[in-house]
């Protein structure tokens, strides 16, 4: 139940915290559940009939917001795992969206899709071969070796594995761009791949590389407005230029 009204107070008078979905919760949140209760154990609340008030211990702003959690976080060295791939690129709002899902492990691949039982089959489009993970269908599948080995250059850089792994490498490969380069670039790589898996998907249009190389050039393209002018995209265009 959801008492508009309650206060952390209330909440924490009705120990031990009872969960409505507590049978449904999996082992690894029953764990987290675990500690959750562990910590509030030592925790003591003021009785009061005023509202709560939420407020940062300490950071550069002591007012609670998102935002100032996210600063908080990010400058206490521990931020959260891809933040900055995230969101301080220059691609639009939805790939950033995009790039969030994934992130979060929550892409509609066909592994996913089995998994909730909206598919009956996980098996990857391409190489028919292995169930279409987020780690296939991005880094793993045959397809795709290719074309991180065409975008992030000289063969002595592993073959990514991950979202953070592609970024990371993407830093190696071009240390002089700087964050927000790095981030749209990655950003960019991940969508390209994501828009040309749907075409073969929906549309049966199975482009080659080449195809696809220009795809992520045209995007960069486009994304070029959206690059303040006090930041140069020179670097990243003589990067489009070498990838064909
Ligand atoms: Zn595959």
Redesign the pocket.
Known sequence: MIRAAGSVSDALADRPLVLRTHDRVTDHARVELRVLHGALDHLLACSSTADDERSLAWGDAHQFSAGAVYRMLKSSGCGPPLHDLNWAGYAPLKVKVFVWILRHGNTRTRAFLRHIGCLDTDV?P??L??P?TLA??FFT???QRLFWRCTLGPRRCALPTSAEAAWVSLQVSNPSWGVPLWSTVTSCLLWVIWKTRNRMVFDAVHLPLPAILEQVIEHLRLWRARVPSRVSFESVEQWCAVLL
């Open positions: 990857c391409f190489c071969r292995q279409e296939h269908l599948c045959s397809r």
